[in-house]
């Protein structure tokens, strides 16, 4: 059964500090795994997306690891802000028909000034 | 550029009855995509349409729902009679392109059947 996990579940910083977030998943045949930000009522928003052959991608201040071998990503937040504050969900995509994805159950965010 | 609408942003119904959704992706994007999050589970896969036919459809849970996109535009997702199992937050999605491409999601219908 395809599974994405994600770690922590929740997580509480201090404005201004780094943080990194993990993805484990079993999805196979692998297409793609994107990163997304959700706030609270609102649709998610795509951060990274990285394919078989990249094992980096940065968006501004969030980069995203991807390591195949051991099925794993991480997503790492430099320089925290408030606005950072959101669930932050990790989607693996199936090969043959990238259109269907496996989403994590998030991690939520929350910086403090 | 408008970004992917759904409507209505809130639907209350009771058990037995017949809601329509509706989902307005962004110009242009042939991709669409349904999902859906039911209460204190991840979100969940429906369907893909390219264009107005059917891509995989292997997330939607029962007969009981029907999604079209005729036109290759907008698109409905009918659930004909509803249950209580079946509350929880639908997006829709679009893309330009399939794969790899970036998908655009939007607000969400929040659906509650008593």
């Known amino acids: 059964k395809n599974q994405v996990e994600q770690s922590p579940q929740s997580l509480i910083i201090l404005e201004g500090k780094n943080c990194t977030l993990q993805?484990?998943?079993?999805?196979?045949?692998?297409?793609?795994l994107r990163w997304y930000k959700q706030d609270t009522g609102r649709g998610p928003v795509s951060l990274t997306i990285?394919?078989?052959?990249?094992n980096t991608k940065s968006n501004g201040r969030y980069t995203a690891t991807l390591d195949a071998d051991t099925k794993q990503s991480s997503l790492h937040i430099t320089a925290s802000q408030l606005s950072d504050s959101a669930s932050y969900i990790c989607?693996?995509?199936?090969?043959?028909?990238?259109?269907?994805?496996?989403f994590g159950d998030g991690t939520t965010l929350t910086v403090k000034p | 550029e408008a970004g992917v609408t759904q409507f209505p942003s809130h639907s209350v119904i009771e058990k037995g009855q017949t809601v329509t959704l509706r989902c307005d992706p962004i110009?242009?994007?042939?991709?669409l995509y349904w999902y859906r999050r039911v209460m204190g589970k991840e979100i969940k896969f429906l369907l893909h349409?390219?264009?107005?036919?059917?891509?995989?459809e292997s997330g939607m849970p029962n007969n009981r729902f029907l999604a079209e996109r005729t036109g290759g535009t907008y698109s409905t997702l009918k659930v004909q009679p509803a249950e209580l199992e079946d509350s929880g937050v639908y997006f829709c999605?679009?893309?330009?392109?399939?794969?790899?491409?970036?998908?655009?999601f939007g607000p969400g219908t929040r659906l509650t059947v008593l």
């Open positions: 999605a679009s893309s330009l392109a399939g794969g790899p491409d970036t998908q655009y």
């Open positions: 993805c484990n998943y079993t999805v196979s045949p692998f297409s793609n």
């Open positions: 990285m394919t078989f052959s990249e």
């Open positions: 989607v693996v995509s199936e090969g043959t028909n990238a259109g269907k994805s496996t």
């Open positions: 110009s242009g994007h042939d991709n």
């Open positions: 349409f390219v264009k107005e036919s059917k891509q995989d």
